[in-house]
């Protein structure tokens, strides 16, 4: 597998830390609101890239995390009048919806800031004695940043060119009138509360952290030290990543992460997608019009580094290319269901060795940096493999090997590519091929305990001259 690695400007050759496993974290929302298409975009390019590594044997850890305090969520619960941590249970049960619709698998673990704060503040501590951050008169808690010898490692950046990106913050600080910061590249680490606001206890002050500390220490919990990957929008290469790494490096005294993946934006008239533009559309939003089956599609048509546009246009044209996809499934289906006899042909052998050519060039392309994009290109290609082959007549055994196929490649791009319905239908076609064998083999006991599996599904069987029969009840 070959990875960009924003770290070193270049493509690498992946190298996990253990053999066979991947440790990967993921910057996942900030829950106070639904999550935009753009907040999706990751969420599915890091999903497939878990789905990949999986599908080539790797076992993976993901954690991916819930920012759940945040001034944002904060104004939120305010406007609402309720806690802020109603407004975040809501949104990340929200998001989780959305996640299951656009087949983004859980993470191995989603942990949540406000449900971390003891580490954050034992990272914190352990900083200020290895004198990388220190309190400010008012209780706030600083990263000395020109102390980290690597800062700005990660985006490329000179420390002496960096202070307009940190600007920003300096200028809420200010307003805040908190101004005895040493250094204005200085980051929060810890803040002091402020009326209304949901605090904690520390050693400093009564307050909450800063956002870029329960990245550090949610990856170092969950991961590990060394981690082999951290990925995110490109966005959060500066500051927020390049904040992670001096904490992280500063902290633990070892490299954060190995490899730095980030995905570029989803843009809509070619400018980024975002809550403070206004120009956003929400999953939700898109569910009314599609499947987000087909906003998963459309978001893998372009490889993950690529800018993405979002238009009607580009939408429908997922949607078709999709459809192409699904009725080559159902068709291999159906001619599975009819044809005559299940036995391959030597013909259609020597076919099948050769269908195996295209997951040789589906594995090849998706192993350059995760190109999705002509992974679905190699995807159309058995399909139209598929569609000739079979278009005057195939055996069931033939339909049936192309099919899985099919759905073995959909299903590491994590497309759903098979109706509820054709599932089920597939589920307990397989349980009635169970129970048969089992008859053969005399295990009466778990033919009947088959039988009865599937009358709790509502499924009634009946044996018949020409085989088992099944109908709905
Ligand atoms: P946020 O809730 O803004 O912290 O964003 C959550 C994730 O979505 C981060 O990884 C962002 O980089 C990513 N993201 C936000 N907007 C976009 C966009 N328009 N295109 C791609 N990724 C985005
Ligand atoms: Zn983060």
């Given at each position: 597998m070959k990875i960009y690695n924003t770290l070193t400007r270049r493509t690498e050759e992946f190298v996990p830390i253990t053999p066979g496993k991947v440790t990967m974290y993921v910057c996942g929302p900030t829950v106070y609101n639904l999550i935009h298409i753009g907040n999706a975009r990751p969420m599915i390019v890091f999903d497939t890239f878990r789905r990949y590594m999986t599908y080539r044997g790797y076992e993976v850890n993901y954690v991916s995390n819930f920012t759940d305090v945040d001034d944002k969520i904060i104004k939120a619960a305010n406007e609402e009048g309720v806690e802020a941590s109603e407004i975040s249970e809501r949104y990340i049960a929200e998001c989780r919806k959305d996640m299951e619709g656009l087949n983004v698998l859980p993470a191995t673990t989603h942990p949540q800031a406000t449900k971390e704060i003891p580490e954050m503040i034992d990272m914190i501590r352990t900083l200020e004695e290895k004198g990388y951050a220190y309190r400010a008169a008012d209780g706030t808690v600083y990263y000395r940043t020109r102390k980290f010898t690597g800062y700005g490692k990660l985006s490329g950046k000179n420390i002496d060119d960096l202070e307009s990106g940190h600007r920003s913050e300096g200028h809420a600080l200010k307003v805040a009138g908190t101004e005895d910061r040493e250094d204005d590249l200085d980051f929060v680490l810890w803040k002091p509360k402020k009326e209304g606001e949901p605090y904690w206890e520390s050693p400093w002050c009564e307050g909450r952290p800063g956002w870029h500390i329960e990245c550090s220490c949610m990856s170092k919990k969950y991961l590990g030290d060394t981690i082999d990957i951290h990925a995110g929008g490109e966005d959060l290469i500066f500051p927020h990543h390049e904040n992670?790494?001096?904490?992280?490096?500063?902290?633990?005294?070892?490299?954060?992460?190995?490899?730095?993946?980030?995905?570029?934006?989803?843009?809509?008239?070619?400018?980024?997608?975002?809550?403070?533009?206004?120009?956003?559309?929400?999953?939700?939003?898109?569910?009314?019009?599609?499947?987000?089956?087909?906003?998963?599609?459309?978001?893998?048509?372009?490889?993950?580094?690529?800018?993405?546009?979002?238009?009607?246009?580009?939408?429908?044209?997922?949607?078709?290319?999709?459809?192409?996809?699904?009725?080559?499934?159902?068709?291999?289906?159906?001619?599975?269901?009819?044809?005559?006899?299940?036995a391959l042909s030597e013909e259609e052998k020597a076919s099948l060795e050769k269908a195996q050519e295209y997951k040789e060039r589906f594995n090849e392309v998706m192993d350059d940096d995760l190109n999705t994009a002509d992974g679905i290109s190699v995807i159309f290609d058995l399909v139209k493999y598929a569609n000739t082959t079979t278009q005057d007549g195939a055996s069931a055994g033939y339909a049936a090997a192309l099919k899985n196929l099919i759905l073995e490649l959909g299903e590491v791009m994590g497309l759903i590519l098979e109706t509820k319905e054709e599932t089920l239908d597939s589920e307990i076609e397989a349980l009635i091929e169970e129970r048969q064998q089992a008859r053969k083999d005399k295990n009466f006991a778990r033919a009947d305990e088959i039988r009865d599996e599937l009358l709790a599904k509502g499924i009634q069987l009946k044996d018949t001259r020409e085989g088992v029969k099944w109908s709905r009840i």
């Open positions: 992670e790494i001096a904490q992280s490096e500063a902290a633990n005294g070892v490299p954060f992460a190995h490899y730095w993946m980030h995905n570029g934006f989803l843009n809509i008239n070619n400018q980024k997608m975002s809550k403070s533009l206004g120009n956003f559309f929400t999953v939700r939003d898109i569910a009314q019009h599609y499947d987000l089956q087909v906003l998963r599609f459309f978001m893998l048509s372009a490889q993950y580094r690529s800018p993405l546009n979002f238009s009607d246009q580009l939408m429908e044209s997922a949607k078709a290319g999709l459809d192409r996809i699904k009725n080559a499934v159902s068709n291999l289906k159906d001619i599975e269901k009819n044809a005559g006899g299940s």
